[in-house]
């Protein structure tokens, strides 16, 4: 446990319970598939099928059609439209045609976007609920594509994710949200450096002509459009100097409303962002957050459903000419680009799932090297929110692989009285702790929500020792860096559970060894006799069950190297504040 000075430091007994992993993604260790269902929506108490949304789509567009044509037959109707053609006589125009900058920036927002949502479908198979509250009571989703929760059983988070396809998601096989995230995560870096690139383009040219609206007559102008559109009466298209209401008014919401609240939703599901921001955070708690983030994406999905339904009948040479070749003439010159770019899409669509399984840690090390730096700042938020009791959640989602031992069978049915704690490694004065020792020690409570790295939160009060308090007793040394907690429970792939943090997580007011939970010791389900509770995390961080504490210099020589369990054989990240 301690060594003299100079002398490599022996690690904890558990240590060599750890186990290596492969750098590949290895199906016969991995979760067994499990299908969900076709998504539903709840409306009260009844759930509905979202396939009767196509029908029902069908007929709503039919009756469109028919009462939009009569529509036109009105005087009133046809001097609405002579009126508001569909542009307002002042909307100023674009002289620049489409320019190459325009065309690239186009190109990879499409191509970025379709591996967002891909990686974003895959996430949301984690946990395939939505809800409106914080809390996630089974039976309080609005959403679901999943049965519902099993009753008179225990039916962890992992439980419930569910199977997506390899061609929908990425990498398309169940609980692989570690690689989905860093896929997400990581395009999206680059989406959004690209849409920063159009900001600051489209207003350093004519370009924003197209998109923001100058007068209020874009409105009923865009009324107008869009009865021509139902009517099936196309109006003129001038897209090469401007767009019509409609399109600007569409392209609006989308650039400046729609991808804003994508970003903005998605930082907000941050447990260390969250638990800053007051009382930002507890409106916008996650699971609002998580809704709202998936209408935005359909909202995108619609868009490119209607967007690109459009140009291919109303023009398709043109439109195409104009957008992939910068061309306002009758050639073919937008197909030869667009045949290309869109085989470029479709072979990268379809290596996608199959390279990431193959190539697992090289895409998690690569959306380290992308994202990493940014869950590093994101650490240095102060997770100082606090919640009341009456924001505890009624039910809160259990996960995580059950001790399975006769030590840990003999500590329960001795409740817990012969437990010790061994803290140690580069510190001062190794210790170990019996449950009634840390019971003694300073206690403190927290209310405070929990984020699942799968999509799931609940709130709970917490009480125990904090690990400033333990600090002080063991006194880490100027080279401890990293604290290990090591658990008395085996991950899900074999192996002892474990996950490091670094020295400023340990200092945050609110990191804790907890031993209580809502005014009861900690049951058995959730981490009994001891877990750690580091609230600008996720919860997988929170090691269950805690052995032993040790504190080191650097964490390459544990287990696979990568900062713990779920680090090393799911592929997630040591830092995960978001």
Known sequence: MHSESGARPTHDPIQASLTPADDRVLLSHWLPPQSGVVPRIRFGQRWVNVLWALPIAFVLLVIGVAVAQALRTLPGVQAFLVRYPGVPASAPTVMSGFPAWLRLTHFLNLFFMAFIIRAGIQILADHPRLYWHRDCTPG???????KPVPPGRVWTAKDDSVTIPDWLGIPGIRHSIGLARWWHFSVNMLWTLNGIAIYVLLFSTDQWHRLVPTTWEVIPNAASTALQYLSLTFPDDHSWTRYNSLQQLTYFLTVFVAAPTSIVTGFLQSPSLSNHLGWVGRVLN???????????????LLFILAHVTLVFITGARANLNMMWAGANDASWSGFA????????????WWRASPFTIRH???????????????????????????LTEKDISPYFWLNGTMPKSAEFDALVAGEFAGYRLRV???????QDFSLADLRAMPQQEQITTHFCIQGWSGVAKWGGVPMRHLLDLVQPTADARYAVFYSLADGGDGGRYYDVHRMVNMRHALTMLAIDMNGAPVSVL??????????????????????AIEFVRDFKDLGAGHGGYNEDHEFYGYRMPI
């Not at 309080?140 to 999943?146: A, L």
């Open 140 to 146: 309080t989703d609005w959403f679901r594509f999943q």
């Open 286 to 300: 996650r699971q609002r957050a998580r809704s709202i983030h998936f209408l935005a994406m359909w909202w995108f």
């Open 360 to 386: 697992a840690r090289l895409v998690q090390k690569t959306g380290e090297f992308m994202v990493g730096w940014l869950k590093g700042l994101a650490e240095w938020w102060d997770p100082k929110s606090q």
């Open 337 to 348: 680009v667009f045949v290309p770019a869109m085989a470029l899409v479709a072979l990268a």
């Open 424 to 430: 140690g490694g580069l510190v001062a004065r190794p």
């Open 526 to 547: 959730h981490g009994a006799p001891v877990r750690l509770r580091c609230e600008n995390e996720l919860g997988f961080k929170m090691v269950k069950w805690v052995a």
